[in-house]
């Protein structure tokens, strides 16, 4: 044993004294070890494999990877890209890919070619290569056995070359049971129809079968459909493919159009006028182009912006520019200085400024704006070298998938604790011509305020987290940094029978929240969080700190629903806070489908519209497992602003569907009732001080092994998800195929 123990330490010893580069494989060499050993295999020489094989030096690179990339997020720069991209022609192709990658300990992503939003076959946060079976598409049929063998990289289009509650209700029924020929999808969404908002329910459908066929079977078992025959239209199953896909004149359409791949698509958006212009009409209807002409005003040059703000309006075409100049006898001037630029050497030109010294020049200006010694600046502006740029990133990064290693960051951080060091930020960052994203701390789950694709700063306000009460004119101004959960807390302290109508969930910030609208479980009696917002302070891009009578009314109405990030650096609101009654009750009542979920879920619809405004009803509607049978669970989630034999007394006349005992009613304070929709089972017993918790640092993978796997796994796979897990050890049990929603391997013996 001494003897073992004794070759342990120097064997350790040893392998300590290696050189580093021994321990490391620069990515030529890799691709290099690769490619001779893929020549080996497949007995193919390698300048004819370099045409499958892709390193980062080759010219096609770029367009071979970004050829089946659908999620623009993960189609920047600064995305990790593959060590090696291999596209096989053949199964021998694929064979020496695997074996060729097993030594070389890489991640080895499979990529199909589909719809692969989420990255898992092309990134990783680790060193990776891509498998891209795109080539691999063959679909060889054999009518006569009625069978065919189709590729892992081909598409499925190459493989297969006024009663709306009435007709939902009834479909429900009808939908499971009815002539197997006959398949129903129900669309259900919210539309505007001569001016009046409302819902449309959609049945698309297809019948295998002739139109006379279906439109009888309809008349019998669903004729609240009304369907008709002129509905129909009758075509070959191929068409209806083409049909499905959105294809009016399927009948007319050559099903080649299966074979065209629609590459290198992805794309962010809303960069400019034309593309934002799309997404703002959607979501702002009427009051976007009121939206843009703020924001052109207060913002022209567009320095307050992510991939969802409001853009500014396009500016005068570069000919009416020039036509000014003409006329105001600049352009022989700007002509010569042209001419100057040009002839300076090119040696003349500085190369981009390093982030060492983009840093040094932010603090020199951030302490010169601020009056402060940049000994104190540096404790609020952080750069990658400093210890905690790290903690004070990733802290309020909700997204797993940004929070990893390779995931493009931030020059500086600024952490401001004052007005006057958010105007400086602004002032300061805007010479250095940097992406500036504002991050409040609450759920950007997206990243807009803490990732780009183009150098970048964050300013971080979760510093800014003041909430200050005025009980007496029943006001309050709350910081932009604050969550929903402070500001509540916040009003508790200072009164029992005061609220605030905004989110359930505690950890929303309050500057994305209100500047997009914000709504609550308080909505129907009180309306939108911005509805009792009275003032504000922004600081604008010109860095001045100015409230709502210094904004003017319009900019005003901006950042109250217009969105965060837009039109300037929102510091914080003044609310007007609502009255609560000293005790609301909350109820949570379940039913499935064997037991009335149908016919509670169709009164839902209903009453929930129409009853006392003080009551709110969340309905869940869940597939879940009950006595091993699936089933449809219907949840009623509740918040009535009184006592509970008063809402009891209520709905037993309004909604006896829902069947509601007062012992499923619980009786507390407010602010209990928002621990208690915050999932806190023992709300009456807990210190509403848990509010002032932050969980920083939250984001998680998971699923990273069986531990973590499993609680995906079972969820998805239910009871399959063992006999999956057995399978993988036995195949896999390096577990070498993986990524962050793989099938997990069995834990090793220790």
Known sequence: MRRTCVFSVVFFLLFLSLPLPSLSQPSHSVYNSFLKCFSKRTKTPQPQIAKNVFSPTNPAYSSVLRAYIRNARFNTSSTPKPTIIVTPRSYSHVSAAVLCSKPLNFVFKIRSGGHDYDGLSYISDKPFFVLDMSNIRDVSVDVAENSAWISAGATLGEYMAGGAVDIVHKWQFVGPKTDRNLFMRMLIQPVTRNKVKTVRASVVALFLGKADDVVSLLSKELPELALKKENCTEMTWFQSALWWDNRVNATQTDPKVFLDRNL????????????GEVYGRMYFGKNFDRLVKIKTKVDPRNFFRNEQSIPTLPRKRSKRIISTM???????????????????????????????????????CFSDKTKSPQAQVAKNVFSPTNPSYSSVLRAYIRNARFNTSSTPKPTIIV????????SAAVLCSKPLNFVFKIRSGGHDYDGLSYISDKPFFILDMSNLRDVTVNITDQTAWISAGATLGEVYYGIWRESKVHGFPAGVCPTVGVGGHLSGGGYGNMVRKYGLSVDYVEDAKIVDVKGRVLDRKAMGEDLFWAISGGGGGSFGVVLGYKIRLVLVPPVVTVFRVEQYMDSGAVDMVHKWQFVGPKTDRNLFMRMLIQPTTKNKV????????????GGADDVVSLLAKEFAELGLKKEACKEMTWIQSALWWDNDENATQTDPKVFLDRNLDSASFGKRNYKEGKVYGRKYFGKNFDRLVKIKTAVDPDNFFRNEQSIPTLPRKA
């Open 264 to 275: 290198d698509s992805s794309s962010f958006g809303k960069r400019n006028y034309k593309e």
């Open 326 to 364: 003409i006329k105001t006898q600049t352009f022989v001037s700007v002509l010569l200085s042209l001419f100057f630029f040009y002839s300076l050497p090119f040696s003349s030109l500085a190369a981009a400024p390093s982030s060492a010294s983009v840093y040094e020049s932010f603090v020199q």
């Open 415 to 422: 952490t401001p604790r004052s007005y006057s060091h958010v």
């Open 630 to 641: 699936k089933t449809v669970r219907a949840s009623v989630v509740a918040l009535f602003l």
